[in-house]
């Protein structure tokens, strides 16, 4: 009876597995190219026909959490752990939630981690100064950050100062083909001169 009782299990798992990986091949084979932008669309097609589960809800926070999408990232990972996930879900839910300024509820799914992976360096390290963004937010700031003339609404990054010319990466140019990662432009390299003053000349393509 019990070795029945086991087979019908497995017979279960079977038939759900192959149910779900006909449902999101498509979504999947986007995810495994990293087209994400495209993925969280398809899996988002399968959660309005009804076929939300926990495998879907943990790939669209994958899919957010690649794009850097803080707040949709949360909201499906929220959905996934309501039942049982992978460790790195967990991890990936705290970062967000931490983004979000939700540090306890960050914590909370920290712990859940650690507990999974309690060898894992993160796990170390968040065991040392589980409260350390809290009481750095609370420190006295050092700097201003401010928003430079040279900044677009695209991904501006990598700078890099030689003498007086400012070099960086920038998903600013609208003729390149768009990235199915984050659905911004390739990028190309530019660069800026920097003025005595503080200030930035017109920046240019490389």
């Known amino acids: 009876m019990k070795k029945s009782i086991t087979l019908l299990f497995f017979m ?3 038939i759900s597995l192959l149910a779900q990986n006909k449902n999101t091949k498509v979504a999947d084979k986007l995810f495994d190219r990293f087209e994400f ?3 969280a669309q398809e899996y988002l097609l399968l959660v309005e026909k009804g ?5 879907i809800s943990k790939q669209l926070g994958d899919s957010y959490f690649n794009m850097y999408n803080t707040k949709e990232a949360e909201i499906w990972y929220a959905e996934a752990v309501k039942s049982k996930q992978d460790a790195e879900t967990y991890y990936r839910y705290a970062q967000m939630l931490k983004s ?3 540090y306890k509820e960050s914590n909370d799914q920290m712990k859940v981690f650690a507990a999974m992976s309690s060898k894992d360096e993160r796990v170390i390290e968040f065991n040392k100064n589980p409260d ?3 009481k750095l937010i609370d420190k006295e700031k050092l700097f201003d950050i401010n928003e430079l003339n040279i900044n677009s609404d695209k991904s501006d990054f990598g700078a890099v100062r030689y003498d007086d010319v400012v070099y ?3 998903a600013r140019n609208q003729a390149n083909k768009n990235y199915g990662w984050n659905d911004e432009p390739y990028l190309d390299i530019y660069q800026a001169n920097y003025n005595a003053d503080g200030t930035y000349c017109k920046t240019n393509s490389n």
């Open 168 to 170: 960086f990466a920038s």
């Open 51 to 55: 076929n939300k589960d926990g495998y």
């Open 132 to 134: 350390y963004l809290p």
């Open 37 to 39: 932008v495209q993925a």
């Open 12 to 14: 279960l798992i079977s």
């Open 100 to 102: 979000n300024g939700k």
